[in-house]
């Protein structure tokens, strides 16, 4: 089945909820090649590799039972304003140095108010003067009308993640909705953004909704699509949810990548819980991570993945 399946993807085949429902029963070393085979002959060696910086750190108002940001939760996190443009620049262009081809600053909150908004477009056009690294940025749930400031700053992608399915995004935050995250997806990619979308896994969802979701991601035509794995942060409502393991990631990856042949699938937060640190992930079918830290806990350093790509026979390159 997994090898029939692979061939119609070849000719064109979107592959559908059942076929992915299947796919989660298969075995799971047949699966995890044939996911990476699929990636070879859509991506090739290509592998897209960005960073972040925490541009704006707690205080957020929002509810999301993962996250230490939070105002609703007790964490011990650095809680901070808006970072300085010159903080901002010495992170793009430190990172650009490093052979990062992606630098996203990323807010705390629900949104940004005006002053924010034209502080960091102040920044992001100074970055753009000082070097060529492509800017994405993280801001929440902004209008229209904000995004096209964005752009206009020199962004051309927009991260807002749709963290798990529909039907289970209740679970997970009740200060904003799902429909609230397409909306400014839509928005976003109205103003002329790329947009970059994915979500968590171990949030106590299923497989079925994990496939849910990348099913919207695809009828959105996102091409970026970022996998963290929780890191339960203590003090957060799913604090003592267990940490997936390396199989379940693989598993979800490898149907992930049948599902989206062409995109960009990026492990990000929590690849750290990963003994080998994402390496068999990478023999699954992904194809891009965040390098570096993540906001609020540590990553992997930059040079390790530079080494372990190239152990991979991957080659750094914008996707």
């Known amino acids: 089945m997994i090898n029939e399946l692979k061939a119609k993807i070849y000719n064109g085949y979107e592959v559908s909820k059942n076929d992915a429902l299947m796919l989660a029963e298969a075995d799971l070393e047949e699966l995890c090649t044939a996911a990476n085979e699929i990636r070879r002959y859509f991506c090739g060696a290509a592998f897209d590799l960005c960073t972040i910086i925490n541009g704006k750190s707690g205080k957020c108002s929002e509810n999301c039972k993962f996250c230490a940001q939070s105002t609703c939760y007790e964490t011990l996190i650095e809680e901070y304003p808006l970072l300085e443009e010159e903080r901002l620049i010495k992170g793009a262009v430190y990172h650009q140095s490093k052979g990062i081809l992606r630098y996203s600053v990323v807010t705390s909150g629900r949104c940004l108010d ?14 753009r003067q000082n070097c060529a690294i492509s800017l994405c940025a993280s801001h929440g749930l902004l209008t229209y009308a904000q995004f096209l400031k964005l752009k206009g700053a020199g962004v051309t992608r927009y991260h807002n993640n749709l963290e798990t399915s529909r039907r289970n995004f209740p679970n997970i935050c009740t200060t904003h909705t799902y429909e609230d995250k397409i909306n400014a997806i ?11 979308s994915g979500g968590i896994l171990g949030l106590g969802e299923t497989m079925e909704d994990r496939i849910d979701m990348v099913l919207d991601i695809r009828a959105l035509g996102i091409k970026s699509v970022p996998v963290n794995i929780l890191n339960p942060i203590a003090g957060t409502p799913f604090a003592k949810l267990a940490v997936l393991s390396m199989e379940e990631v693989r598993r979800a990856v490898a149907i992930f990548r049948f599902m989206i042949p062409s995109a960009a699938i990026r492990l990000a937060g929590g690849r750290g819980l990963l003994t080998d640190k994402g390496k068999g992930v990478f023999q699954s079918g992904a194809n891009a991570a965040i390098s570096g ?4 806990t540590a990553g992997i350093c930059i040079d390790d993945d530079l080494n372990m790509l190239d152990e991979l026979s991957y080659r750094v390159k914008m996707l």
Do not use: F, P
């Open 293 to 296: 830290d993540m906001l609020t």
């Open 186 to 196: 839509k928005a976003a990619q109205q103003a002329g953004l790329e947009v970059c």
């Open 114 to 127: 005006e002053q924010e908004l034209d502080d960091l477009c102040q920044s992001y056009h100074r970055i």
